[in-house]
């Protein structure tokens, strides 16, 4: 198997792409039938076990039945007769459950090697064979009164990216579940010091969000040899229905894993806390010997005219969206994780690989199930595809999809300097220039009267109709880790002087319109010893010291505050680019890295009449002018608390060097 990985915030320079009509041999997939039902592969019921397996193109299709998930022989082999709409169909009359199956495909006269099909919803090891469950026996006690937390709009959220292992697998964490799905089920756990880890941390720290990294079957990991502690992000799909078995504690046991998601997304939901998946429908981890591929080879991807697997994903393949089959299956697969395992809301890997149509569907599907879900994505693509610009499903393209959200390269690269040039640095570390898409991260990349996006230094023209369609970042699982990062641009600082301008960037994230995110840990100050793309190295590198939540207490609280003076004050959450026009108002400040502006007429129906921010990257101290009213301070000179600091009546005051001053006056 091979493992292959990019780094995915890759931004796309547009203009360089060249854009190819799709080929002749890709218009013919177009032609295939498509079929509509909801029985595909696997039903059970009182008459029996129904397989029925799309593959319009074979010349003969079998299904092998197993006892087991791994290394025994099969136990008997169904013929496939051909049916409607590009299916074949096998029935047996008894309810299998307990046995597993796969498939095989003849196409052009060759057996294709064995698959567990596409839509395997529970698996046994490594999910080479599709095991046959009651899918209702792995619901956790009160499953059927399970609801996560009610979101009038993506705006109100605040979302923790957090890769299973990375959470719970350092000594620290005093949590028993150590890299498993059960390990955000355990309450009451501690650091050395007594400090609230896992679960309870969430609560603490007041994300309403959890963002899990790939948490469908994914190839890397072998879990027949949990003993290796191997560790991957996971962005190499195989099964998209079932869940990784390496983070249940028995992936033999197919039922195990589903039952421990659940659970994981039930003592959530009791906190109060949403779950979000990384959904990575962009490629697979194989090409010819994918499940795609071994069910109707060639349908599901892309390819160049001379017949080749098209790659915007650097990852040796792309998925091709635009083809009913495999939009139906996207479609499909995010409407069954909805529906079977409550989840709320979905993060699109390379987004852009699919088209427009496609997201704009997965957005209406999904909204009909539960319209607190929401569905954010990278705006973008790790290499040049097929699909025209104008359908890719882009940043630059998100006002043609209302109910998707995208993140701000803008804001993430302008704060801290460029994602992949380390010792580049940004608005917050000093470095003059990075004003004017501040600004554009501010308004959440939608029109502004004061806002010039001639001079944004990534985008150049306000892409967002709303700033609901933005999430707002300076840190993920990709790149440098934010402590990272200015390790590496501010050589020669203190700690002290790091964790400053960790603070005034994220003050910048937090106070901006659109949605805010964060990489899980960044609240204790966390590191990937300058790792930056970690995404097979080991826990030494990937896991979260909880030992920083004791020796990085200050900064923790800091945090604590301001997710808590964005959550009370809805000023910092408008919904329309009107609200924000009409609410948001610039100082006009030649000074270099310093912005500063008001919040005003009780945006949003805030209890505050006007929010007063002053930004101060630069090395040098500011004087601000702010207008005589009674004021209280919220922020200053890297101390925060929404209850307030203290009262101003305004006039000049002094903006500390890489600190962030916000005043508010409800008069
Ligand atoms: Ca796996």
């Known amino acids: 198997m091979t493992i292959k990985h990019t780094t995915f915030a890759v931004a796309l320079m547009l203009s360089a792409c060249a854009t190819s009509a799709l080929t002749t041999m890709e218009d013919d997939y177009l032609a295939w039938p498509v079929y509509n039902g909801d029985d595909l592969e696997l039903k059970v019921d009182a008459t029996g076990t129904h397989f029925t397996l799309w593959s319009p193109e074979a010349e003969a299709v079998k299904v092998l039945l197993y006892d087991s998930d791994l ?18 169909r096998a ?7 307990g046995k597993f199956y796969t498939f095989t495909v003849t196409v052009n006269g060759r057996e294709l090697a064995e698959t567990p099909g596409i839509w395997a919803k529970a698996t046994g090891t490594n999910g080479l064979r599709t095991a046959i469950i009651d899918l209702d026996s792995t619901d956790p006690d009160g499953w059927s009164t399970d609801r996560g937390p009610k979101l009038d709009n993506i705006t109100d959220a605040v979302i923790y990216e957090v890769h299973h292992r990375d959470f719970s697998m350092h000594p620290s964490s005093g949590i028993v579940h150590k890299g498993k799905f059960l390990a955000m089920t355990e309450p009451s756990t501690t650091n050395p010091d007594g400090l609230s880890t896992g679960i309870d941390h969430l609560k603490e720290l007041g994300v309403t969000h959890v963002h899990i990294l790939p948490s469908y079957d994914y190839n890397s990991v072998d879990e027949s040899n949990l003993a290796a502690n191997q560790y991957n992000w996971g962005y190499d799909p195989f099964n998209y229905n079932t869940p990784e078995g390496s983070y249940s504690t028995d992936p033999a046991n197919p039922a195990a894993r589903i039952r421990e998601m659940k659970e994981m997304v039930k003592a959530l939901h009791d906190a109060g806390i949403g779950v979000v998946m990384d959904v990575v429908y962009n490629h697979t981890a194989n090409n010819d010997d994918s499940n795609f591929s071994l069910t109707a080879p060639g349908y599901f991807y892309r390819h160049r005219a001379d017949g080749s697997y098209s790659d915007a994903s650097a990852c040796g393949n792309e998925t091709a969206s635009e083809r009913e089959m495999m939009r139906n299956f996207i479609v499909n697969s995010v409407k069954y994780w909805a529906d079977e395992y409550h989840i709320d809301g979905f993060r699109f890997d390379l987004m852009a690989i699919h088209d427009t149509e496609t997201m704009n569907r997965v957005a209406a599907e999904l909204k009909k199930i539960n319209p607190s879900i929401f569905v954010y994505g990278e705006g973008w693509t790790a290499g040049d595809s097929p699909l025209p610009v104008e359908r890719r499903a882009l940043k630059e393209n998100v006002d043609k999809m209302k109910g998707i959200a995208v993140f701000s390269d803008d804001i993430r690269d302008a704060v801290k300097g460029h994602y992949s040039n380390a010792a580049d640095r940004g608005f917050a570390t000093g470095k003059p220039g990075n004003e004017e898409t501040v600004k554009i991260g501010i308004v959440a990349s939608t029109a502004h009267p004061q806002v010039d996006y001639s001079k944004g230094n990534n985008s150049k023209f306000a892409y967002a109709g709303a700033p609901t369609q933005i999430i707002n970042y300076v840190s993920c699982h990709d ?19 790091r964790q400053r301008a960790a603070r005034l960037a994220q003050t910048i994230v937090f106070t901006s319109q659109g949605t805010p995110f964060m990489f899980a840990g960044e609240e204790v100050f966390r590191d990937k010893k300058g790792v930056h793309n970690s995404y097979k190295s080991p826990d030494d590198i990937n896991a979260i010291d909880w030992t920083l939540k004791s020796a990085n207490k200050e900064q923790y609280d800091y945090y604590r505050n301001l997710i808590r003076l964005r959550r009370e004050h809805p000023a910092f959450r408008m919904t329309t680019a009107e609200d924000i026009a009409r609410n948001i108002v610039f100082d006009d400040i030649t000074a270099p890295n310093v912005v500063s502006y008001s919040i005003r007429n009780n945006a949003n129906g805030d209890v505050w009449k006007e929010i007063k921010i002053v930004f101060n990257g630069s090395t040098v101290p500011f004087t601000a002018k702010i207008p005589s009213a009674d004021w209280t301070v919220i922020a200053r000179d890297g101390s925060l608390n929404p209850d307030g600091l203290g009262t101003s009546k305004g006039g000049t005051i002094v903006v500390e060097p890489t600190s962030a001053l916000i005043l508010a006056r409800t008069k």
């Open 91 to 97: 029935d047996v009359p008894e309810q299998l459950y």
């Open 479 to 497: 790149d440098l880790t934010l402590t990272d990062k200015l390790a590496a641009s501010m050589p020669g600082s203190t700690e002290a002087e």
């Open 71 to 88: 290394n025994t022989p099969a136990t008997d082999t169904l013929t496939m007769h051909r049916s409607t709409q590009g299916t074949w």
